[in-house]
């Protein structure tokens, strides 16, 4: 079963990633670029609502059914973006598309936590990292390519014949998944929880400046380089498979890396200087060939990477799978980041040119890095393993 969800973690990473980077593009020519922030924030908000209630429903249907029904919803969402439809129904199709995503990841999170043990979990979520991070590698390179075909829709095409490989493989193959008996407590509790222990308060905040960082990238980047820098989406395709890359290599040499010494705190800090040094980078060098981008872009994911693995792994030895509140309180981050990143990136846009929102993100990153170098370890809680 454990094998089973790293295989749906990997193709719903996939699905998700063949309209990651495309899809601020292909929604701004309908709303324009100062309302793309809004549509995010809409259905972060959607998400959030849902998560926060997501244990008694999983109490009552089970995860696997509770997965199902919201990919439902998210292929009918794919279906309207890939048919002609009126304004309205094409705006409120992409609003649920973004917000049954959360909603899914937070289902193949639950599955993963249900079948790991404490003892390897960095080992373990490393991988799982790692699986989805070749998906979302994968995914601009074949949004590139079916682009250059069939335009932006093509790609949510692509992305629903993925998704409903995935549906098959859930429908008949977790059919044996047996749900633990959650303890839906409310989100309320959990962050009462987190803001009372330095240790939880501090990942969780500097995971959401992760996320933050996600989502100001996947929402103007795209925009900056193809509007901006004039770049094709061939060469964007290629630059993003690069920077993407990154993910892929660390992911789980860095989950085997925190079991063995247990330095999150260190590395965490790390990466937030190297993603700072890339999005000033951005905002103040000039840079308009392919290999010097990708290579920029790269290096911003290196740091991004390591902040990940850090701050997922010291979660997730210490959240069980039980407490949905907790776990979906973590998931919120990305719809929360989803919601406040592109509004303020919004505001920011009445004021200054488009390439010094970057630097706005750089001061915002520092703030991580202060949540990352306040991380503390608890006595007992972290052990050397793997020593064979």
């Not at 809004?38 to 908000?45: F, H, P, R, S």
């Not at 250059?148 to 998704?163: C, K, M, P, Q």
């Not at 987190?194 to 933050?212: E, G, W």
């Not at 915002?364 to 050397?384: C, D, N, Q």
Request: with cysteine.
């Amino acid at each position: 079963m454990r094998h089973r969800v790293y295989i749906a973690n990997l193709l719903f990473s996939l699905a998700y990633a063949a309209t990651l980077y495309t899809n601020s593009s292909f929604i701004e020519r309908t709303v324009g670029l100062k309302f793309v922030g809004v549509l995010y924030a809409i259905a972060a908000l959607g998400s959030i609502f849902v998560l926060s209630c997501s244990g008694k429903t999983m109490t009552r249907v089970g995860n696997r059914v509770f997965f199902l029904s919201y990919g439902a919803l998210y292929s009918v969402s794919l279906l309207l973006l890939v048919f002609p439809v009126s304004t309205p129904i094409l705006i409120a199709a992409f609003v649920i598309y973004l917000f049954t995503s959360n909603i899914l990841v937070f289902s193949l999170n639950i599955f993963f936590q249900h079948l790991t043990e404490i003892r390897g979990r960095g080992k373990m979520r490393g991988f799982f990292l790692l699986l989805g991070s070749v998906g979302i590698m994968l995914g601009p390179l074949f949004a590139s390519r079916v682009i250059d075909f069939g335009g932006y829709i093509a790609t949510y095409a692509f992305g629903l014949g993925i998704f409903a490989i995935l549906a098959v493989l859930v429908e008949s193959s977790f059919r044996k998944y047996a749900d633990s008996e959650y303890n839906f407590g409310k989100v309320e509790t959990a962050i009462r929880h987190t803001i009372k222990q330095k240790t939880l308060r501090n990942v969780i905040a500097a995971n959401f400046i992760l996320q933050f960082f996600y989502a100001w990238m996947v929402v103007y980047t795209p925009i900056y380089l193809s509007q901006y820098l004039g770049f094709s989406w061939d060469s964007i395709g290629i630059m993003f498979s690069i920077m993407l890359l990154a993910f892929v290599i660390l992911d789980y040499p860095l989950g085997r890396l925190a079991d063995w010494l247990g330095s999150e705190k260190e590395l965490a800090a790390i990466g937030f200087l190297i993603m700072i040094g890339t999005v000033f980078a951005l905002a103040f060098l000039r840079i308009d060939t392919v290999i010097m981008m990708g290579a920029l872009l790269f290096m911003s994911r290196i740091g991004a990477a390591t902040v990940e693995a850090m701050t997922e792994i010291h979660f997730f030895k210490s959240a069980s799978e039980t407490d949905p509140g907790l776990l979906s309180l973590f998931c919120d981050l990305r719809p929360l980041a989803f919601a406040i990143g592109p509004l303020l990136g919004m505001v920011a846009l009445y004021f200054l040119p488009f390439k010094m929102i970057f630097a706005v993100l750089g001061a915002i990153l520092f703030l991580g890095l202060t949540a990352a170098l306040s991380m503390e370890k608890k006595p007992g809680w972290w052990v050397r393993e793997h020593k064979n």
